[in-house]
Each structure stands twice: as C-alpha cells, then as structure tokens.
C-alpha cells in the first residue's frame, strides 16, 4: 500500500481542544495513524473491532478513550506519583489503554485481557510503534485482582464494554490504590444502573465521585463516563 492509498485518521486539532482541553502532538497524532494501520491489519485474521472507517475509528476508539480520562489530561487528576499505573481491564484490540499510554508519557499501562491472541497481537503492536510504558497481560479481571503483585497497585482503571457496572466495579475497586480512580465507560445511562452501583461501590470502599455525560463530536451519541474513586480497604 503506497502513501496515497493508506487510510488516514482524522487530525481533528480544533475539535481534540474544544472538547477535551488537550490536543495531540505531531508525533502523538503519527502514533495515532499507525495505531489504526496496525489494527486494520490485525482485523484480517483477528477480530478485534468491527469499526475500520477513518472518522469512526477517530471517534469511537481514538477520541472516545481519551475522553474517558479528560480530567487527568487536563491536569485535574493529581495521584501524587511520578509514574501512573493504569491498568486496562478487558482491553480487547487495545482501548481505552493504547491512546491513554501514547497521550500520557508519565504513564505505565497495563492491557489485561483473558485472550491469548489478542494480547499477543498486542504485544507485537506495542513493539512496533515503539510504545514502551504500555503492556499486556493474559488473565481474567476477577482472578488478577486478587494476586499481591497487582492488587491495590493501581492509580487509575479504565473499564469499557466489559459487562454491567456494578461487575465491572467488582473488577475494578480491588485493583486501586487508595485514593485511586476507575472509569466506567458507559452509553446510556439510567437511575437504576446508579443504585445498584452505589451499593456495591460502597461495601468495596469507594465511591462514586462523578457522572460525567458527554456528546460524541461526529455522530453526536451521548456518552457517560462513571468515575469511582477508591475511599479505603
């Protein structure tokens, strides 16, 4: 494929910084393109995401887990550390984690997936770009959380179309330094979903410390990101 046939990812300068505060850099945007080349090859024997169209990708891998953390990017968000963890929980063909590790240098994410195959590809990906504070990791949540090594290590999980909230959080809390954050990557979002998630995020010791609603900048969906921070043991 010469460079006129590549697809290529929409720069969107002026619409990364009216929504989100924070615009990618040249090499950040590179990383960006080449992030969506190495899926699309992926996506020939993996299947990883069924949105290869520029503009959807942009906006519902790129734009969308960048999002999730637009505090953190905007400086709202100090977890005291010169290196923060964040962990990726269910990753799949990479996000939120991949966009989180390329926009946020001071950062080191973990990419945790129960399939082999993808994190393999992952791995290989991560090679190739030359990512180097982002890695994966073959397990399931609810196991993983429970291990020394990875327990109550992180500053900020990332949870997106895993499964309900409330088992999502399950997943999540155990995984969080106090004083730590998860996002909760949602759609819609109702009342009933926040009651049962109240409950459950307080008997793990945490709280949920914001709901955040926002309109996607291309198909204008609404989107919510649900943020808990972890209070105590």
């Not at 009651?195 to 989107?223: H, M, Y």
Request: proline letters at 3%; glycine letters at 6%.
């Amino acid at each position: 494929m010469n460079e006129t046939e590549r697809p290529m990812i929409l720069e969107m300068t002026s619409v990364w910084q009216e929504t989100l505060n924070w615009q990618p850099t040249a090499v950040q945007q590179q990383l960006f393109q080449r992030l969506y080349e190495g899926i699309l090859a992926g996506n020939q024997s993996l299947n990883l995401t069924r949105i290869t169209e520029s503009d959807a990708f942009w906006e519902k891998h790129l734009w969308d887990s960048l999002a999730g953390i637009a505090p953190f990017l905007r400086g709202e968000w100090d977890f005291s550390a010169s290196t923060v963890e964040v962990i990726d929980i269910g990753t799949g063909a990479g996000f939120p984690g991949l966009p989180v590790a390329i926009a946020v240098a001071e950062s080191s994410v973990m990419l945790l997936d129960s399939t082999r195959k993808k994190i393999t590809f992952l791995e290989s990906l991560i090679e190739t770009l030359e990512v180097k504070n982002a890695r994966g990791f073959v397990g399931r949540a609810e196991q993983v959380n429970q291990q020394l090594k990875f327990k109550k290590k992180y500053h900020l999980a990332l949870v997106r179309a895993v499964a309900t909230a409330s088992v999502c959080a399950e997943y999540a809390l155990p995984f969080c330094t106090q004083g730590g954050r998860v996002v909760l990557y949602r759609g819609h979002w109702t009342v009933e979903e926040e009651k049962a998630l109240q409950l459950v995020v307080k008997n793990l010791g945490g709280e949920i410390e914001s709901i955040r609603q926002f309109t996607t900048p291309l198909t204008e969906s609404i989107r919510h990101c649900i943020d808990l921070k972890k209070l105590s043991e």
